[in-house]
């Protein structure tokens, strides 16, 4: 059970995407319209399958950060599970002809966001956990 809070949750829009580009969908693509709201200024407001999954990825990445917050055991699994999702992307994205889109880009690159503030988090917290002792560290 601990493995499965560990694993990224940057993963879900991977797993979203392959699946959408790879297999493709029934009337499904990346430029489907999946709503639209009619504005105030007369306006009308759509929102496509791409676009509700980076405002969905970047939702994921928000509660990726919180989970950067803890410490211990789990949390080095998280940051292991993280670098090995965006090596995934950054392969895919090099290798696969259909992963070679801005989406997928910026899928990328909200998962090396969750790499980079995981690490970054953690070890501003390390520091904050090392005590001195009497005499040292004193300026």
Request: without cysteine; glycine residues 8%; hydrophobic residues 60%.
């Amino acid at each position: 059970m601990a493995f499965l809070a560990s694993l990224p949750l940057t993963i879900l829009p991977f797993l979203v995407y392959n699946v959408l580009a790879l297999f493709g969908g029934p009337g499904l693509s990346f430029q489907s319209e999946m709503f639209s709201v009619p504005m105030v200024s007369g306006a009308r407001f759509a929102m496509t399958f791409a676009d509700l999954l980076v405002a969905s990825a970047l939702i994921l990445l928000f509660f990726e950060i919180l989970k950067a917050t803890k410490i211990g055991k789990a949390a080095l699994i998280d940051h292991i599970l993280s670098v090995l999702v965006f090596v995934a992307y950054l392969v895919e994205f090099l290798i696969v002809p259909q992963a070679a889109t801005s989406l997928f880009f910026i899928l990328m690159v909200v998962s090396l966001v969750d790499v980079i503030a995981g690490f970054s988090i953690s070890i501003t917290g390390a520091r904050r956990d090392v005590t001195f002792g009497p005499g040292e560290g004193h300026y």
